[in-house]
């Protein structure tokens, strides 16, 4: 998933995801993220490459984006990600939940961004 999701980073001002490289990517991360356990650790990856990058703007909410809408990541995983209180994956967990909170939210009324 980091490897994936580092190849996608475009690093520009500010840094954007080339949704594409995601959608081509999609069926590779679908073999590997194979059950919800599996889907969650691959957000807790994602979630620390994050906090490594020192949380860009946005960077989260567009990969959240590319995972959501290729299927590689379905709905109940985000909420479990969302309400994690797994110590081991605290750090940052803050921060990056207050950037994706809306997204999660449209997710839940089905009105994504």
Known sequence: MTSVCQSAIICDTPYRVDA????QRASLLQRY???????????????A????????ANLLQMFF?????TDVVKEEAFYKWETSKDLAEQTGK??????????????RQGIKD
């Open 20 to 23: 594409k490289q995601i959608h």
């Open 33 to 47: 993220l194979s059950d919800e356990l599996k889907e969650l650790q691959a957000l807790y990856a994602l979630q």
């Open 49 to 56: 490459l994050m906090v490594h990058m020192e949380l860009p």
């Open 65 to 69: 984006d590319a995972l959501y809408d």
């Open 94 to 107: 803050g921060v990056a939940l207050k950037s994706v909170t809306t997204w999660l939210r449209g997710v």
